[in-house]
């Protein structure tokens, strides 16, 4: 017997053993799982076109390439440009700038404030008869919507004289439109406190009691033990404040528009500048709208991509 | 170092209905300097209460405890140079085994950072985890967890251990051995340690004194072989020992203990201990009950029994014996483990009447004690 028939039986005893497993595999797909699977895919697909449509047709050129594609369907070679995402960058490029002045210190202090109040609400010795009012009120706050409080808010930033307050950056040669940029921050600041305190307060019941009385025990004093035990041993929880935070912060319109109102001050963020944006007298400009979008978008992509990791842990406990 | 007092030390607490639950009850307890007393008593009899009172961390309600001669009822916890050892060991997670244990230090003390290193060096090698001191406790066996947390009370050098069940997490093995070491460790650095457990083994082989506590009162406070021979009381005799001792109700009759099964004659010392009694408890440990083949009582000390079940642990046999043919209720008596005993044998089981304990009946005080003039007297056996 040669060699070249050996090799043709196992091939033969292959090719079989790769068929019964494949009979086998065919007869578990009954109908309940082909039906999962189905429903599944449906639902992905529910949920991707609109990303998927927008994505593309970013890349095409307007108003020919909007109106002669199918809206999921990729640009063709002829209707393809960069054009747009070149035109919403330039846009929208101060926007973000300014965004991110308020977004990043009204988040990190947000969270930093949420996380005392929850410590001091979680682990320090107080009686239950005080500390339910200070809950209760901080956990209404979740509660009470934006559109609620537009009108007291713009009389109360009305009222205070911040701009006077902060001569000497206009001396500095800042446009005096930044006030606003200073409004927004403290305003987000004081909406976040009560979620991230929430937030905060169900991941420190959970700490170990023992570990904080160990602290003490070790000569810790209240502030010593959340500087050096629970800061530290919270840091899944203040990625998922952080991420929650700033999508919440950058995303928000509705305080931009009562504290800095148009679109052509300075200190206009980027929610402003992209709800104008391709807007004209003679229509939408879809692809430079989907555009915007997107790069608005980047920031908050890479902020969850920043803490992911940790996110992850967060959410899991 | 110094002395530890517990003065009269009560807690209670207010329940949400506005009842009081009174978990430790007028404890008084003086804990010498550089002693090893361990609280023992069954879960929630208070011993942990009492421990978190002197730490600080609970509040006492009433009564004193002072350290070394000056009160620290009222002190923080972080100013009482006390150290403790928790049952889940309490280590910081974010912290390496090295951070751990000078973290202590850090906040307490204003040491240099080279001092520090080196007492945690000292630690680490007294307890053999030099290797471990930079892992975090994630990396850690349960074991290992538990000398990183020996070490963190041991650099602290404080006036006082407390300890608070630190061994029940460990397995059975590793737990003996933490147990031995715990002791050497103890006599090496001569620190005065309150230790808490529930288990009388550990209580009976580590303490210098032993407290038993249950339902937040001191039932005895003594060495070990004194609440084993000498119980105050029933809950004593009962809970130090193991297996426990048997306990028989009975009446006094004149010389005669009148039992549901059996009738026993007390010897003279006896008779004079529960004069005025009527009932009593009549109690014998295990190891003291003679068994021997044979069917005929010799006198009123022997009962003809059968053997109900034999539970071999090699070095010795648990025989519980049942009166009679009616095997319901059977007490225990301890065998040499090469004798051969099995179910269904009858057997005679005497109770030597110079090793029974008797206890009032309705309040669990203890009225006679077995006597030890078969210890050697060249080493007193308390």
Same mark, same amino acid.
């Given at each position: 017997?040669s060699d070249?028939?050996?090799?043709?039986?196992?091939?033969?005893?292959?090719? $079989?053993?790769l068929g019964? !497993?494949l009979?086998a595999?065919?007869?578990a797909?009954?109908?309940?799982r082909?039906?999962?699977y189905?429903?599944l895919?449906?639902?992905?697909?529910?949920?991707?076109?609109?990303?998927?449509?927008?994505?593309v047709?970013a890349f095409?050129?307007?108003?020919?390439?909007?109106s002669?594609?199918?809206?999921?369907a990729?640009?063709?070679?002829?209707?393809?440009?960069?054009?747009?995402?070149?035109t919403a960058?330039?846009?929208?490029?101060?926007?973000?700038?300014?965004?991110?002045?308020?977004?990043?210190?009204?988040?990190?202090?947000?969270a930093?404030?949420?996380?005392f109040?929850?410590?001091?609400?979680?682990?320090?010795?107080?009686?239950? !008869?005080?500390?339910?009012?200070v809950?209760?009120?901080?956990?209404?706050g979740i509660?009470i919507?934006?559109?609620?409080?537009?009108?007291?808010?713009?009389?109360?930033?009305?009222?205070?004289?911040?701009?006077?307050?902060?001569?000497?950056?206009?001396?500095?040669?800042v446009?005096?439109a930044?006030?606003g940029?200073? $409004?927004?921050?403290?305003?987000?600041?004081?909406?976040?406190?009560?979620?991230c305190?929430?937030?905060?307060?169900?991941?420190?019941r959970n700490l170990?009691e023992e570990?904080?009385?160990?602290?003490?025990?070790?000569?810790?004093?209240? !502030?010593?033990?959340? !500087?050096?035990?629970?800061?530290?041993?919270?840091?899944?929880?203040?990625?998922?404040v952080?991420?929650?935070q700033?999508?919440q912060?950058?995303?928000d319109?509705?305080?931009?528009?009562?504290?800095?109102?148009?679109?052509?001050?300075?200190?206009a963020?980027?929610v402003?500048?992209?709800?104008?944006?391709?807007?004209?007298?003679?229509?939408?400009d879809?692809?430079?709208?989907m555009?915007?979008?997107?790069?608005?978008?980047?920031p908050?992509?890479?902020?969850?991509?920043?803490f992911g990791? $940790?996110?992850?842990?967060?959410?899991?406990? | 170092m110094?002395?530890?007092?517990?003065?009269?030390v009560?807690?209670?607490?207010?329940?949400?209905?506005?009842?009081?639950?009174?978990?430790?009850d007028?404890?008084t307890?003086?804990i010498e300097?550089?002693?090893?007393?361990?609280?023992v008593?069954?879960?929630?009899?208070?011993?942990?209460?009492?421990?978190?009172?002197v730490?600080g961390?609970?509040?006492?309600?009433g009564?004193d405890?002072?350290?070394?001669?000056?009160?620290?009822v009222?002190?923080?916890p972080?100013?009482?140079?006390?150290?403790?050892?928790?049952?889940s &060991?309490?280590?910081?997670?974010?912290?390496?085994?090295?951070?751990?244990?000078?973290?202590?230090?850090?906040?307490?003390?204003?040491?240099?950072?080279?001092?520090?290193?080196e007492?945690?060096?000292?630690?680490a090698?007294?307890?053999?985890?030099?290797?471990?001191?930079?892992?975090?406790?994630?990396?850690?066996?349960?074991?290992?967890?538990?000398?990183?947390?020996?070490?963190?009370?041991?650099?602290?050098?404080?006036?006082v251990?407390?300890?608070?069940?630190?061994?029940?997490?460990?397995?059975?093995?590793l737990?003996?051995?933490?147990?031995?070491?715990?002791?050497?460790?103890?006599?090496?650095?001569?620190?005065?340690?309150? &230790?808490?457990?529930?288990?009388?083994?550990?209580?009976?082989?580590?303490?210098?004194r032993?407290?038993?506590?249950?339902g937040?009162?001191?039932?005895?406070?003594?060495?070990?072989?004194?609440? &084993?021979?000498r119980?105050?009381?029933?809950?004593?005799?009962?809970?130090?020992?193991e297996p426990?001792?048997?306990?028989?109700?009975?009446?006094?009759?004149?010389?005669?203990?009148?039992?549901?099964?059996?009738?026993?004659?007390?010897?003279?010392?006896?008779?004079?201990d529960?004069a005025?009694?009527?009932?009593?408890?009549?109690g014998?440990?295990?190891?003291?009950?003679?068994?021997?083949?044979?069917?005929?009582?010799?006198?009123?000390n022997?009962?003809?029994?059968?053997?109900?079940?034999?539970?071999p642990?090699?070095?010795e046999?648990a025989?519980y014996?049942?009166f009679?043919?009616?095997?319901?209720?059977?007490?225990?008596a301890?065998?040499?483990?090469m004798r051969?005993?099995?179910?269904?044998?009858?057997?005679?089981a005497?109770?030597?009447?110079?090793?029974?304990?008797?206890?009032?009946?309705?309040?669990?005080e203890?009225?006679?004690s077995?006597?030890?003039?078969?210890?050697?007297?060249?080493?007193?056996?308390?």
């Amino acid at each position: 017997m040669s060699d070249a028939t050996v090799d043709d039986a196992d091939a033969t005893g292959r090719t $079989e053993r790769l068929g019964d !497993r494949l009979r086998a595999e065919l007869e578990a797909l009954d109908a309940a799982r082909v039906g999962v699977y189905a429903a599944l895919f449906a639902l992905t697909a529910f949920y991707l076109t609109p990303i998927e449509s927008g994505l593309v047709s970013a890349f095409k050129t307007n108003p020919a390439g909007i109106s002669s594609t199918l809206p999921f369907a990729p640009p063709p070679l002829r209707f393809f440009t960069l054009e747009k995402w070149r035109t919403a960058i330039t846009a929208l490029g101060r926007g973000m700038v300014n965004s991110a002045l308020y977004a990043v210190p009204a988040t990190i202090v947000s969270a930093l404030l949420g996380s005392f109040a929850a410590y001091g609400l979680t682990q320090a010795d107080w009686r239950a !008869r005080y500390k339910a009012p200070v809950l209760a009120m901080l956990v209404a706050g979740i509660f009470i919507p934006y559109q609620a409080v537009l009108v007291p808010l713009s009389q109360f930033w009305g009222a205070i004289p911040l701009r006077q307050l902060l001569t000497p950056l206009w001396v500095l040669g800042v446009p005096s439109a930044y006030t606003g940029i200073v $409004e927004l921050t403290i305003t987000h600041v004081a909406y976040g406190i009560p979620i991230c305190m929430v937030l905060f307060r169900s991941y420190y019941r959970n700490l170990s009691e023992e570990m904080v009385e160990a602290a003490r025990l070790d000569g810790a004093t209240f !502030r010593r033990v959340y !500087r050096r035990i629970v800061f530290p041993v919270s840091t899944p929880m203040f990625a998922v404040v952080l991420i929650y935070q700033f999508t919440q912060i950058w995303n928000d319109l509705l305080f931009a528009l009562i504290l800095v109102s148009t679109e052509s001050s300075p200190a206009a963020p980027v929610v402003l500048i992209l709800a104008g944006l391709g807007e004209s007298m003679e229509g939408q400009d879809f692809a430079l709208r989907m555009a915007g979008a997107f790069v608005a978008a980047l920031p908050t992509l890479i902020v969850y991509i920043m803490f992911g990791e $940790e996110f992850a842990d967060g959410v899991a406990t | 170092m110094a002395q530890l007092e517990l003065d009269a030390v009560r807690k209670v607490f207010t329940d949400d209905d506005g009842s009081d639950i009174v978990a430790v009850d007028d404890v008084t307890v003086d804990i010498e300097d550089g002693e090893f007393l361990v609280l023992v008593g069954p879960s929630g009899c208070g011993k942990s209460t009492t421990l978190r009172m002197v730490a600080g961390l609970e509040t006492a309600s009433g009564g004193d405890i002072r350290l070394g001669g000056r009160s620290i009822v009222g002190q923080k916890p972080q100013d009482r140079d006390i150290a403790m050892v928790f049952q889940s &060991y309490a280590l910081y997670p974010h912290m390496t085994s090295r951070e751990n244990m000078s973290f202590g230090l850090e906040e307490s003390t204003d040491m240099t950072d080279e001092e520090i290193d080196e007492r945690v060096q000292n630690a680490a090698e007294l307890l053999d985890i030099p290797e471990l001191l930079d892992r975090k406790p994630a990396e850690l066996s349960g074991g290992q967890q538990q000398r990183v947390a020996l070490g963190r009370a041991i650099v602290r050098d404080p006036e006082v251990f407390l300890m608070d069940e630190p061994l029940s997490n460990l397995d059975a093995k590793l737990r003996s051995q933490m147990r031995t070491e715990l002791q050497r460790i103890q006599e090496d650095l001569d620190t005065t340690t309150v &230790y808490v457990t529930h288990d009388q083994t550990e209580a009976m082989t580590m303490g210098d004194r032993i407290a038993v506590l249950d339902g937040g009162e001191l039932q005895q406070a003594g060495t070990p072989l004194e609440c &084993y021979h000498r119980p105050a009381n029933r809950f004593v005799a009962g809970f130090i020992g193991e297996p426990s001792m048997n306990f028989f109700d009975a009446t006094v009759r004149g010389d005669r203990l009148v039992a549901d099964r059996f009738e026993y004659g007390l010897r003279e010392a006896a008779v004079n201990d529960v004069a005025g009694a009527e009932g009593v408890t009549l109690g014998i440990r295990p190891e003291d009950v003679e068994v021997t083949p044979g069917t005929e009582p010799a006198d009123d000390n022997e009962f003809a029994t059968v053997v109900d079940v034999v539970e071999p642990m090699g070095n010795e046999n648990a025989v519980y014996l049942g009166f009679g043919a009616d095997p319901t209720d059977p007490f225990v008596a301890t065998v040499g483990g090469m004798r051969r005993v099995e179910a269904g044998q009858r057997v005679i089981a005497r109770f030597p009447p110079d090793a029974i304990h008797l206890f009032d009946a309705t309040t669990g005080e203890a009225l006679h004690s077995r006597s030890l003039e078969d210890a050697d007297p060249a080493e007193p056996r308390i």
